[in-house]
């Protein structure tokens, strides 16, 4: 009679993992043909039907020995007997078990059930990628992550980078610990074919098993099952390569404790880690001594070190690029030639196999990119059209136009596939190569101009913090910075980038970005760029505004170093100023000429240029923040050389009163009063500041001391550690012997903590001063180092010439002089007039 299709009758009741013995088996297998009520006549039709031969003698005869049947037999009994699909594959599971094991203890060996058939262990391992090298870490956590029993891991990692030559190499030196075989299926999933589907590729790993296609279900839970049920009991190793998503490999993994499973995809696959428990590798590229090597041995050793280092930098360090490169050479080309191929923008043409596509790195990269949803495509192309290195969150929703949330999930897409990488938190860049390829996607220039734009506004903004904003500048809006410095600092190679690119086509984006950037270079100090930038962006500046500012940065970035090509562009931008009649331009122009005269040694000019500047500002009105902060500034500057034009113990020069008169005392505290209007506290604090020192310089203590109070209480209620710690120092100098000690040596604290070198260097003169013996040589040698290690020459000449005449006062004229000498040098090469004078008549003292 027919069987009936409950699979709790068919088999169920007969486990065949539990036989341990040929007659174990035999007994069990008696057991199902007597439950299935058919006799040998009725299995041999039935199985005739599904096309197995079964001659009821032979099964009669089989079943009588000791011995275990023949595979075809044993098939055709449990078809006939209609045992589900699973259920066939653990019969056929434990009789080649028990024949290993037999075989095995027939060969005088111990019994191990781990012991493979002979002729049927698949070993389907492609061939091992000629040439291998490094990649001893990434070896040894796929030693240690596949130790346990049933590993799972995965390797993730963009197109080219080696997963799949690491996956084979590592399964090459690993085969022993798989007896059973090792199985291999490209899943295909970033190929331009269609990836193979769950259903398809159990199907391929259960014919590769040996398993017949009749006894494949079509059901895909079904065909999972089935391949758990045949590697239950087979210690193998699985390698699923270039998988395109977790629900394709999920339904492979066999699940059980002896089979390791290895992935390898472009995606990272973060459902197998979560659910499976999966461990990831996410591989990077190889260092630069593993891809030279890699590419000496992929050109068959030829190639210089240096020019194959530059093969590898433009080559990104990917292996496949590599690869390829090393193959273009390997016919004779010169490395250092195809080096130089590769730095123009043809790369992607110099790392093609036409007649490869698989191997060819623009396919690669094309394939990746199918993947990936048009918006995501889109933001690809418009980062890597971007010049800079990196990409903050915030830039990326300028570009996308979504929310944060939205950019958040495309630049998940594009990271997923490793098409961009967080280079620092929120921050993301696109690998050189993929840089290279996605230049040729299509441009949406309106995305670039509105990042163009939004840099712009925030770099006008974060400078507009902390210095007076440039008067040619627009107001940047409702734009606002949170963190000035963070971000100025964060983006300044961004900011560099786009400058640079700008100027290449002439745009006015160059000077506009470049105006800011400067500024931020000069509060940096950092001179040497603030003169390329400047000096690129002038070259291409073509309007007159344009042209103005940028000698008027450049002359001024040039002051210290070359004081008469300072002087002349700080005179073109003054006349391009007065012929565009522009009275606030004109006085920015003015201050910037007499710090120009100032580094040139020319005092005179340098303070009637300033009184000039100081008068135009007086004239404007004085509700206006931004002219108010232009004074500012100009006062600043006026104070600066009146402080730095000061003797050893910062009193001024009688040479230098007109700075005095200039900076006067009243006008000080009026624009103090100013900042204090506009609850400006930081600003308000230095022009009181300003004030105190110029009081204290003309004599008028009790005055100073007043205002250098309230100059204290102005910085800490605007939390100005610079300005309250030189506040400190006016106090401590008025009164030496109250507290003055005590006050210096608490502004050095302030300053030091602030990381203001100036107020520090001022703070030790002040101790040098106000200290005993010893205690004021060691400030005043202090002074001097962090002076020079500032680069701050003229406090750096005052602190040498108080070092020489504390020296000399202990009889110690030897040192002295050399101390006099250093002050002296400085002195002379500051070009100061009245500096020189005081250092030579020192150096007479010392003798």
């Not at 956590?141 to 346990?148: H, I, K, P, V, Y």
């Not at 961009?420 to 230049?439: G, K, M, T, W």
Request: with cysteine.
């Amino acid at each position: 009679m027919p069987l009936a299709s409950d699979d709790r009758h068919l088999g169920a009741a007969f486990d065949p993992g539990s036989a341990r013995t040929a007659g174990e088996f035999l007994l069990l297998l008696r057991g199902l043909i007597d439950d299935s009520g058919l006799t040998y006549r009725q299995l041999q039709r039935r199985a005739e039907t599904h096309g197995d031969t079964l001659p009821p003698s032979t099964l009669a005869s089989a079943l009588k020995r000791d011995t275990l049947p023949r595979r075809e037999m044993l098939l055709a009994v449990l078809r006939a007997c209609e045992v589900p699909a699973p259920l066939r594959a653990r019969w056929l599971a434990a009789c080649s078990r028990i024949a290993h094991a037999g075989r095995v203890s027939a060969a005088g060996r111990a019994s191990d059930v781990d012991a493979p058939e002979p002729g049927r262990v698949p070993r389907q391992l492609p061939q091992c990628t000629r040439g291998f090298v490094g990649r001893a870490a990434e070896l040894a956590w796929l030693d240690e992550s596949t130790s346990a029993e049933g590993a799972l891991a995965v390797i993730s990692g963009p197109g080219g980078v080696g997963k799949t030559a690491l996956a084979v190499h590592w399964a090459q030196a690993a085969s022993a610990r798989f007896p059973h075989g090792q199985l291999y299926l490209d899943l295909g999933g970033f190929s331009a074919h269609a990836a193979l589907t769950a259903e398809r590729a159990i199907a391929i790993l259960l014919e590769s098993l040996g398993l017949p296609v009749d006894d494949i279900p079509a059901d895909l839970a079904a065909r999972s099952g089935l391949l758990r049920s045949v590697l239950a009991d087979r210690r193998m190793l699985l390698i699923l390569d270039n998988a395109a998503r977790a629900e394709q490999v999920r339904p492979l993994v066999p699940g059980g404790r002896r089979c390791t499973t290895l992935v390898t995809s472009r995606h990272q696959l973060p459902g197998l880690v979560v659910r499976e428990g999966a461990r990831r590798l996410d591989l990077r590229v190889p260092s630069p001594a593993d891809a030279r090597a890699l590419l000496l041995a992929a050109t068959g050793g030829r190639g210089e070190a240096g020019e194959l280092d530059a093969i590898a930098r433009h080559c990104g360090r990917l292996p496949l690029a590599l690869r390829i490169a090393g193959a273009n050479l390997a016919g004779g080309g010169d490395p250092g030639v195809f080096a130089a191929r590769l730095g123009a923008e043809s790369i992607m043409d110099e790392l093609s196999v036409p007649e490869d596509a698989d191997s060819d790195l623009a396919r690669v990269f094309a394939d990746t990119l199918a993947t990936v949803s048009p918006p995501g495509r889109a933001l690809l192309a418009a980062i890597t059209r971007f010049p800079g290195t990196t990409v903050s969150l915030d830039a990326a929703r300028v570009l996308t136009g979504e929310t944060a949330a939205g950019t958040r999930r495309l630049l998940a897409e594009l990271t997923a596939v490793h098409l961009v990488e967080q280079a620092a938190p929120e921050r993301f860049a696109p690998h050189d190569l993929v840089r290279a390829y996605a230049s040729r996607l299509s441009a949406d220039t309106a995305a670039d101009t509105r990042l163009a734009d939004w840099y712009l506004r925030l770099a006008n903004a974060a400078v507009g913090e902390i210095r007076p904003r440039r008067a040619w500048v627009e107001p940047p809006g409702d734009s606002a910075v949170a963190d000035p410095w963070r971000w100025l600092d964060e983006e300044r190679g961004n900011l560099a980038a786009l400058i640079r690119a700008a100027a290449a086509s002439k745009a006015p984006l160059a000077w506009r970005l470049a105006d800011p950037f400067c500024a931020y270079l000069a509060a940096r100090r950092d001179l040497a760029e603030w003169r390329e930038i400047a000096a690129l962006t002038l070259a291409a500046a073509e309007d007159p505004v344009g042209v103005m500012a940028m000698n008027a940065s450049l002359g001024y970035a040039l002051a210290e170093t070359d004081p008469p090509a300072s002087l002349e562009l700080c005179r073109t931008a003054l006349d391009l100023a007065r012929r565009m009649g522009r009275p606030r331009w004109e006085a920015n122009m003015l201050l910037r000429l007499g710090m120009a005269h100032r580094e040139a040694g020319r005092a005179e000019e340098a303070v009637a240029h300033l009184a000039s500047a100081l008068e135009i500002f007086g004239a404007l009105d004085p509700c206006d923040k931004e002219a108010a902060r232009e004074a500012a500034e100009a006062v600043e500057t006026v104070f600066g050389w009146y402080r730095d034009a000061g003797n050893d113990y910062g009193e001024p020069e009688p040479g230098y009163a007109l700075l005095a008169r200039t900076a006067d005392v009243a006008m000080l505290q009026r624009v103090a009063e100013f900042f204090t209007r506009l609850d400006d506290h930081r600003l308000a604090a230095y022009m009181t500041q300003a004030a105190a020192y110029t009081a204290a310089g003309l004599g008028h203590r009790a005055e100073a001391a007043s205002l250098a109070v309230a100059a204290l209480r102005e910085a800490r209620a605007g939390h100005d550690r610079p300005v309250e710690a030189h506040a400190l120092i006016t106090l401590a100098t008025i009164e030496p012997g109250h507290g003055g000690p005590r006050l210096a040596a608490e502004a050095l604290d302030v300053a030091t903590r602030s990381g203001d070198a100036h107020a520090e260097i001022r703070a030790r003169l002040a101790l040098a001063h106000l200290l005993p013996g010893d205690e004021a040589l060691t400030a005043a040698k202090g002074a001097v180092l962090a002076a020079s290690r500032a680069r701050h020459p003229a406090l750096e000449r005052q602190a040498a010439a108080r070092t020489a005449s504390l020296l000399l006062a202990r009889g110690e004229s030897g040192e002295a002089r050399v101390w006099a000498e250093r002050a002296y040098a400085l002195a002379v090469e500051a070009g100061t007039e009245v500096a020189v004078e005081r250092a030579r008549w020192l150096l007479g003292e010392v003798g």
